[in-house]
């Protein structure tokens, strides 16, 4: 009996998304909106309520958050002991038995306010994306390859 590693490709279909999901996402994201959210009936009216820049930003966070929540990437934390004292080193870990794509650069800079680079390390604990994580999984963007 041989084992093999099933392969997956994640497949993100923001479409798919529903109206009251994508409210909530906005929402923990803090996306500065410009009009009544509430009133929206469609999605189309629901992104008119955000600038460019805010739609972006959001489908950004939540292609991350997504990766997250369906095991594409996971947050790794290492200890380092340096000068006999104990650092946590974060960094993102990739599951090779999923097929994505993911240029962390897209996030440098996302949550910026003034302390530095600001990189996908920095925008994963800004925006607690470990929080949003029960809301996306219930959607299905693996698919067998």
């Known amino acids: ?13 923001f479409d798919s998304i529903s109206l009251g999901d994508l409210l909530l996402l906005y929402n923990h994201f803090q996306i500065e909106n410009f009009g009544n959210v509430y ?25 991350l958050a ?3 929540a369906h095991g594409c990437i996971k947050m790794l934390d290492k200890k380092i002991i340096s000068n006999e004292k104990e650092y946590n080193f974060y960094e993102i870990g990739h599951n090779k038995t999923i097929e994505f794509e993911l ?5 440098d800079g996302l949550n910026t306010e003034g302390y530095g680079v ?18 996306l999984v219930k959607y299905n963007f693996l698919i067998d390859i």
């Open 103 to 107: 240029d962390e650069t897209d996030y």
């Open 118 to 135: 600001i990189d996908i390390i920095d925008t994963y604990f800004y925006y607690e994306i470990e929080v949003v994580k029960s809301i």
């Open 66 to 68: 997504a990766l997250y």
């Open 39 to 63: 009133d929206a009936k469609t999605k189309e009216e629901f992104f008119k309520c955000f600038d460019e820049e805010g739609n972006s930003d959001a489908q950004k966070l939540i292609y």
């Open 1 to 13: 009996m041989s084992l093999t590693k099933k392969t997956q490709q994640f497949n993100f279909n």
